[in-house]
């Protein structure tokens, strides 16, 4: 199994790094190991691809600081990540050739794509990413859990099977750029003189010109439908959290790639515990009694009741720590605690006999206040809280 370098050390920039300074320095990476300076050079074209897979990373927002977070571990397409490609030159070339002002097409003195190179300079379409928000349980957050969800959206016309055509007679290979969807001119360069690819004007880069429309989708390829689309959501996950199922977007125009589906976590809010991080907490309140003499008392957990043991003289305010009793990390055999925060129930009011026996109570030393459990308090919740 092949370790994943850093993406910001593949780019060469740091954590902190603008999203222009991030583009620049692809820029500099793809230029400098693009296939057509390094011909038959395999180490060169994975260092290529390596940079590719970093900045579609790093140039997205959501993808960026879930990478930040989680680091590779975020992105696996097992945990739901960002990034799920098998990365070849046809997708970097179709995805990221814009950011070189068009200087990703044939490079004169080094072999020539869209010419010698024989790799199809034709535009792909893309479709649009969807997004929806799933709503968690706390027991489903812990354990993770598989959803099925309906999703309203493009498809692929079945008619036409997405080509937009009406049968295999429908549409005609463009005379101007004969089927490559590029048409090439020879431009002035920083490698000196290099045929620049563009996008082909009469077919706006589909290599093909529709003669016969399909008539069920009127040449577009993709109708309205749903689909049922099934995730898988790994346990550890959290309210905010983005996920990516590749793919299960929109259909693309006319035989595309489709977009992503983009699932938005929320928390369903528990009665009892309260979430911080991968810890949970539970405000526990105890009788007098029971704080005097101890008790057995059950408490909620994600994975059912317990029973806990309150020791005899137990102080309000102490935290009780139930070790991997919280929620697991994303990607990860971590979990967090249990922590049960003591409150003794004070009663408002009491019957006549109830204050004698008060009373007579707060005469022994017993019931004395000790300073030093005061002192010991204030310590303890700050030790929790720092």
């Known amino acids: 199994m092949t370790t994943k370098r850093d993406f910001y050390e593949i780019l060469g920039v740091s954590k902190s790094a603008s999203k222009e300074e991030i583009k620049k320095a692809y820029r500099q990476k793809a230029i400098q190991f693009h296939p057509d300076k390094n011909p038959g ?75 010698g190179g024989g790799r199809s300079g034709r535009r792909v379409a893309r479709g649009t990413d ?4 799933v709503k968690l349980t706390y027991s489903e957050i812990a354990t993770g859990v598989e959803k099925k969800i309906k999703v309203n959206k493009y498809v692929p016309c079945k008619e036409c099977n997405g080509t937009g055509a009406e049968g295999s007679s429908g549409y005609t290979t463009c005379t101007t750029c004969r089927g490559t969807g590029r048409v090439t001119q020879v431009v002035n360069s920083i490698f000196g003189q290099v045929q620049q690819a563009t996008t082909c004007p009469t077919c706006g880069g589909e290599g093909k010109i529709i003669t016969h429309k399909c008539k069920a989708c009127g040449g577009e390829g993709v109708v309205r439908d749903s689909e049922v689309i099934t995730i898988n959501i790994p346990a550890g996950v959290a309210e905010g959290m983005q996920l990516s199922v590749s793919g299960k977007g929109n259909a693309a125009r006319r035989g595309g790639v489709p977009g992503d589906l983009l699932v938005i976590i929320e928390e369903e809010k528990h009665p009892e515990l309260i979430r911080d991080g991968n810890d949970l907490i539970y405000n526990l309140n105890i009788s007098i009694p029971d704080a005097i003499l101890g008790a057995p008392i059950e408490i909620p957990t994600i994975d059912g009741k317990v029973k806990i043991k309150i020791e005899p003289g137990t102080q309000p305010g102490k935290i009780l720590r139930l070790r991997g009793k919280g929620l697991p990390e994303v990607n990860s055999y971590n979990r967090g605690d249990l922590l049960v925060a003591i409150n003794v129930y004070i009663p408002k009011s009491l019957s006549k006999d109830e204050k004698a026996i008060i009373e007579k109570m707060s005469k022994s030393p017993s019931f004395a206040p000790d300073p030093k459990e005061q002192s010991s308090f204030f310590e303890r919740m700050r030790g929790y809280f720092e």
Do not use: T
Not at 44 to 60: H, T
Not at 130 to 133: E, H, I, M, Q, Y
């Open 41 to 115: 050079d395999k180490e060169s074209e994975e260092k290529f691809k390596e940079a590719a897979e970093a900045y579609e990373v790093l140039s997205d927002d959501n993808k960026r600081a879930r990478y930040d977070q989680f680091g590779h571990a975020g992105m696996s397409n097992g945990g739901g990540g960002g990034y799920s490609h098998d990365w070849n030159m046809d997708d970097i070339f179709s995805q990221f050739g814009d950011i070189f002002g068009g200087h990703f097409g044939s490079f004169g003195g080094f072999g020539g794509f869209g010419g």
């Open 130 to 133: 969807l997004r929806v928000k």
